[in-house]
Structure formats: structure tokens, C-alpha cells
């Protein structure tokens, strides 16, 4: 069953603007990342925050955690064409990742030129 | 480095035919994964592997066999394909300690199966 749930699972931005998207999970994990994909690509990894982390930065992401409302947030600042991608939150339910990543369905994000 | 790659690209087969997708990794990774992701979908996740010899299953193991003889090659079979089983096919891998959970992936296999 799907672990992560993003939201909005479509978002069409102009580029330049900061772009937000959600993602909820239902059991508690040890850690949950982000990946992007491009249209057909392989998926790439941007960020891991743990669980007892709030807030992580890398470059123009920003992620957020939130494990009492098991929430997290991806905010891609100044956003440019390249980021056209799906991006995707996965959780490692049981750590160190031995028994894979669920992965939610995906935030399909459109950068207008 | 050429990191995860997966052949073939992409494959056609008939209801019934036999096939192996095969994964190759020269990271040295323990971990190796199959996942399958469907039109809107995210990635679901086959079958796994925690070292060569070992395998298990996943979440929707039905209908593949997978087999890890050797650390950098991980197989996924299908004995019968079955049209639902069109898919894009991905591998990952990943090592297992603490701030290398990070998984890299293959390109994909898009299968379709007639």
C-alpha cells in the first residue's frame, strides 16, 4: 500500500516562483526522503531528513518534518525550467533501507518559462 | 562509474512469454530493489535483496522470481507474463549504513505485455 501521499498532485508554477509541495504518511519511519523524475528517467535522490529532524537544506530545497503529524513539506525556491519533473517522497519505515522505500504517487510540477 | 544500469530498455511481449530484466550495479551496494511504477502511480516494490544469495519479497511479488548470484547482478523473471504486468520496470541499490540510505536507480525497462 502506498505509504506516502503528496499533494497537490499537480502544480503549474511560472518560473522564478518558490514551489511547495506536501507529502503525508501513515506509520512512523526512521527517515523520509525526496526524488525527482524525469519524464522517463530513473529517479533521483535530492534529500533525506531523519526522524528526529525538523528542517534540512540543500541548495534550493528546503524540507520540512513534521512526525506528529506525519507531514513533510518540499519547497524548491527560485524555481527554474529544470525543475520540471515529478517529484516523489519515499519512507523508510523500518531503517537502513533493507527492505525497500514506499513511495507516494507523485507531484507532477510544471515551471512555465 | 556508470552507477545502476537495467537491459533491455524495452521490451514487447506475448501473453505467456518468459523473460529476465537484468540490473547491474558497480557501486558495490548489499542492497539491490525491483520496483514497478504504473501510469500515476509511485514506485511499488517487488522483490529485494540484502546480499548475494539472499533475496525477498516485497509488496507485490506475484507473478516474478528474482535471483542475486552475484553481489553486483540482481534478476527479475517473469514466467508468464501477463498484461498486467505492463509496467516501467526499475532497479535500485543502495549500501547499508547509516547516511548512505540514499537508493540510485536505473534508468527503467518499459515493458508491454500484448
Known amino acids: 500500500s502506498q505509504q506516502g501521499e503528496e499533494d497537490p498532485q499537480a502544480l503549474s508554477i511560472q518560473e522564478g516562483e518558490n514551489a511547495t509541495m506536501n507529502c503525508s504518511y501513515k506509520t512512523s519511519i526512521n527517515n523520509l526522503q525526496w526524488y525527482r523524475q524525469n519524464s522517463g528517467r530513473g529517479l533521483v535522490h535530492l534529500i533525506l531528513i531523519r526522524s528526529n529532524e525538523r528542517e534540512k537544506h540543500s541548495g534550493r530545497l528546503r524540507v520540512t518534518l513534521d512526525t506528529s503529524k506525519k507531514s513533510s513539506s518540499l519547497l524548491i525556491t527560485a524555481s527554474r525550467a529544470a525543475d520540471t519533473a515529478s517529484y516523489f517522497c519515499?519512507?523508510?519505515?523500518?531503517?537502513?533501507?533493507?527492505?525497500?522505500?514506499?513511495f507516494g504517487k507523485g507531484t507532477h510540477l510544471i515551471i512555465q518559462p | 562509474n556508470a552507477g545502476v544500469t537495467q537491459t533491455p530498455k524495452f521490451r514487447v511481449l506475448k501473453t505467456g512469454q518468459s523473460m529476465t530484466l537484468l540490473c547491474a550495479q558497480d557501486m558495490n551496494h548489499e542492497y539491490m530493489y525491483w520496483y514497478r511504477q504504473d501510469p500515476g502511480m509511485g514506485l511499488r516494490l517487488i522483490h529485494y535483496?540484502?546480499?548475494?544469495?539472499?533475496?525477498a519479497k516485497g509488496e507485490v511479488p506475484d507473478g516474478y522470481n528474482v535471483s542475486r548470484l552475484k553481489k553486483q547482478n540482481f534478476l527479475l523473471g517473469l514466467e508468464s507474463a501477463a498484461p498486467s504486468q505492463t509496467s516501467v520496470y526499475f532497479c535500485a541499490s543502495s549500501y547499508p549504513r547509516r547516511g548512505q540510505e540514499t537508493q540510485y536507480f536505473g534508468p527503467g525497462t518499459r515493458l508491454l505485455v500484448l
Open positions: 535483496s540484502v546480499g548475494e544469495g539472499t533475496t
Open positions: 519515499a519512507t523508510d519505515d523500518r531503517g537502513g533501507g533493507a527492505d525497500g522505500l514506499t
